[in-house]
């Protein structure tokens, strides 16, 4: 039997019966396989480099200073120890307009780190590990930061107040991470140095580092003490990462992109599924006469199953085996996009996400494609005589139902979440019947402009279309989600983009300053002036941590949801002012009385910290505690790009806590000089340029939506397929329907001609229902996620129409070219 099996798939390949069924199953394993490498390789890093990622066996974390004490235990426990200090700063170099300025990340490190693993030094074209720091009065920096100074090994930098000398160049920081201030240039020195540079004042964001390394049993007790004594002291701002941890925010983020990815990749896979299920059913029909034969010449039904459900075993074997070949080369490209953000040396992939595609392309066979296959056993011996007898009824409800089970199976596989999973199966299913029902409506519609034009070619067309309505509803539904996935990651991408920058005001500031000491306020603005920045407002910025709301005490384990538990665990930047922001405006309660304590909560927070009026905050400012009741939310123009603050309380109750200032003002680029006077006279400053920091989040997303935008294109391929399946699975009928017509005096010419214009109205109704989705949900995205004004551009729909008309020529071509070369006499008697 199998013998025989595999002869028959052998005649089937050469007939071309089993090649679009390949090729489908081909591209659903390669969308799903291609993230499943790059997710491996990625995770494989973070697990076999957890100790460099984090540069020892286990890490502290805070944002105040370590506890020398718990530097006295780990010595106690034989444990080695280095510190690291990390915040942002400026990096200045030159003099005079001359002078470049930049935000950088600083990086104060002791002898001995990292603990585990190496820095690397640039070295000609090679890297040089070392366990070395920064000599002192050198600093080390990344390359970026050479290019953007123009400054080469050798050269002087300055740090706040005191200048460096540029020692070498880093190629790879072992414990960098993945916090957004780490992808700004790199600047590392001894962290004996860093007095002298005047950097570290009251309200600068600074975080400090204890490595620790050792012996497992010694590391895990000391995690223990550590632990029992941030508990105990109820301490904020202090985070334990250990080995097993390694770097949780990354692997956080790499979970949430492989969901994401995943969840894309399946896109493909469900179109091509539908694809497969067209195919088999095609193939089904094509195989009546000979599952008959076979029937005749004394095969048994069980037999007849057992050599078709073996041949497409042998097709689902070849075709999910090649899609894994497929997906993994595909994977490069998601590395070459992606992997950059990492910077991490990916081990080789291991074999699950191979064997993981092995089985995606099974279930999706088994699902859709093994039901139409098991209604050939159904096909009884007389129609070797009867040729004209109706194929087998299929058990349509048990197909639709196992392809449905294996749809939610491989949905909930893939998202490795409940809710996920089915909000994900909601929004295609969802998204599937809409774009059916338009489709359906707009083919209705057609009817009506049968007569509108007077040429043959035109009403044969609409005529079609109108034979074989849910074959060209499945074409338009199938080519409109793959279109409209890669309309809304690029033409629509760019509007919003656009719409963005147009919503922010023309004087929007640009140049924001932080960490402005009192003392400093008076000169400062005297600078400001004296440079044009007319009447620059500086506003007070108090750190404080939230401790208590009413009598409950607020840690990160009191909130479920991430932002809420990251904005509690770290200190709010908090402001007192007596007049009403500009750009705030009061939404519930009343503004700020200065008779007593009150707090004004922006309404994004409230909403995220379940507070609502009359709860009271407690504040803990630097051991001060400050306690007030909300008697205001506020709505923030977030567009405005001014100075904003979550939290603002009144003067009188803020007048005994420490505080800095922060201003904002717009630097037309000829006077961009003023950034260097401005670090030069007052060196603690920090300054973001804000057009920059866009630059950079800007960059990162690029990366991102490109390779998206990869795995859209397996989409768009699988759409293509649907609509090639179900030109294809009519084209027998096509044939005879083109034959009878020649015969009744139809040109070929005409026959061609109504061919492009179905394709043509497939097409560009594809098209238009993918461009209409891309501006809803770019509308629906501007409107509700990002509150900027949305103008629908003409393009969207022009590029939509276009490009939904060349696929659908494309498919057409590929899956009817011959239909018109068979003559009419061999097809009337073939009939």
């Not at 070797?384 to 197909?399: F, G, S, W």
């Not at 449905?404 to 491989?410: E, P």
């Not at 670090?679 to 998206?708: C, E, K, Y």
Request: glycine content about 8%; hydrophobic content about 50%; some cysteine.
């Amino acid at each position: 039997m199998l013998v025989q099996a595999l002869r028959m798939t052998r005649r089937d390949w050469r007939a071309g019966e089993l090649r679009f069924l390949l090729i489908a199953l081909i591209v659903a394993v390669a969308a799903l396989t291609s993230v499943g490498f790059f997710v491996d390789r990625m995770r494989g890093a973070l697990s076999r480099d957890a100790h460099q990622l984090l540069g020892a066996d286990l890490l502290v974390r805070a944002d105040q200073p370590i506890d020398p004490s718990w530097l006295a235990e780990a010595a106690n426990r034989k444990l080695q120890v280095a510190q690291t200090t990390v915040f942002p700063s400026m990096a200045s170099s030159g003099a005079g307009d001359a002078g470049v300025t930049q935000l950088a990340s600083v990086k104060a490190v002791t002898p001995g780190y990292p603990l585990r693993g190496s820095v690397k030094l640039r070295q000609g074209q090679a890297d040089r590990v070392t366990r070395d720091v920064p000599a002192p009065g050198t600093v080390w920096v990344d390359d970026n930061l050479l290019l953007a100074h123009k400054l080469k090994t050798g050269d002087p930098l300055r740090l706040g107040e005191r200048s460096f000398r540029i020692a070498e160049v880093i190629s790879v920081e072992p414990d960098r991470g993945a916090a957004f201030m780490n992808f700004a240039p790199r600047v590392m020195l001894a962290q004996a140095d860093l007095p002298s540079t005047g950097l570290i004042q009251y309200g600068s964001r600074v975080t400090y580092r204890l490595l620790v390394a050792g012996e497992t049993a010694q590391v895990a007790a000391f995690q223990r003490w550590i632990a029992d004594r941030i508990e105990s002291g109820k301490m904020k701002g202090v985070h334990l990462e250990s080995l097993e941890s390694g770097r949780p925010e990354m692997r956080a983020t790499l979970d949430r992109a492989e969901q994401f990815l995943a969840l894309v990749g399946l896109l493909s896979a469900m179109l091509a599924a539908v694809a497969i299920a067209m195919a088999a059913r095609r193939f089904m029909l094509r195989h009546l006469d000979a599952c008959a034969m076979l029937r005749c010449l004394g095969l048994t039904q069980r037999q007849v199953m057992q050599m078709y459900l073996l041949e497409f075993i042998a097709v689902g074997l070849v075709g999910s085996a090649l899609g894994v070949l497929v997906g993994f080369g595909a994977h490069f490209v998601l590395l070459a996009w992606l992997g950059t953000l990492v910077g991490a040396d990916l081990p080789p992939a291991g074999a699950l996400p191979a064997l993981q595609g092995m089985a995606t392309g099974m279930l999706l066979l088994v699902g859709f494609a093994v039901a139409p296959i098991l209604q050939l056993r159904n096909v009884p011996h007389n129609r070797v005589i009867r040729r004209e007898q109706a194929a087998p009824q299929p058990m349509t409800l048990a197909t639709y139902g196992l392809g449905l089970v294996s749809f939610v199976a491989l949905l909930l596989w893939q998202s490795g979440d409940l809710k996920l999973g089915a909000l994900t199966a909601g929004g295609f299913l969802g998204g599937f019947a809409l774009f059916a029902l338009v489709g359906w409506l707009a083919l209705k519609s057609l009817r009506l402009l049968r007569g509108a034009i007077d040429h043959p070619g035109w009403r044969f067309a609409v005529t079609a279309l109108q034979r074989r309505p849910g074959a060209t509803v499945v074409q338009v539904v199938a080519l409109s989600l793959g279109l409209m996935a890669l309309l809304l990651l690029t033409v629509v991408r760019g509007d919003l983009v656009q719409a963005w920058q147009q919503a922010t005001p023309p004087d929007a500031p640009n140049q924001f300053v932080l960490n402005i000491q009192p003392e400093q306020q008076a000169p400062l603005a005297t600078t400001l002036s004296q440079n044009g920045v007319a009447q620059p407002v500086l506003y007070p910025m108090i750190r404080g941590r939230l401790i208590q709301v009413n009598d409950t005490p607020i840690t990160g384990e009191t909130y479920i949801e991430d932002r809420a538990k990251r904005l509690v665990d770290r200190e709010f930047n908090l402001s007192t002012m007596t007049a009403l922001p500009a750009q705030n405006q009061v939404v519930a309660g009343k503004w700020l009385d200065d008779r007593k304590p009150e707090a004004s909560v922006e309404q994004g927070l409230a909403k995220t910290l379940n507070l609502k009026l009359g709860d009271r905050l407690r504040f803990d400012i630097g051991g001060q505690i400050v306690e007030a009741p909300i008697t205001s939310l506020r709505k923030l123009e977030w567009g405005s790009m001014r100075v904003n603050f979550f939290v603002i309380l009144n003067p009188a109750l803020m007048a005994e806590t420490p505080q800095t200032f922060i201003t904002a003002f717009r630097l037309p680029p000829e006077k961009a000089a003023l950034v260097n006077q401005l670090v030069r006279d007052f060196p603690n400053l920090t300054i973001v340029d804000i057009g920059s920091v866009v630059r950079q989040i800007q960059s990162v997303i690029d990366q991102v939506v490109r390779a998206v935008e990869f795995l859209f294109l397996f989409t768009l391929a699988s759409g293509v397929l649907v609509l090639y399946a179900a030109l294809v699975g009519s084209q027998d009928e096509r044939i005879r329907e083109a034959g009878l017509l020649r015969a009744l005096g139809a040109t070929r010419r005409q026959l061609s001609t109504a061919q492009w214009i179905e394709f043509a109205l497939v097409g560009g109704l594809a098209g238009l229902l993918a461009a209409t989705g891309a501006a809803a949900t770019g509308w629906a995205l501007a409107e509700f996620v990002f509150n900027f004004e949305w103008r629908f551009s003409p393009m969207v729909w022009v590029a939509g129409v276009a490009v939904g008309a060349a696929c659908a020529f494309i498919g057409g071509w590929v899956g009817l070219r011959n239909v018109l070369r068979h003559p009419p006499l061999q097809t009337l008697r073939e009939a």
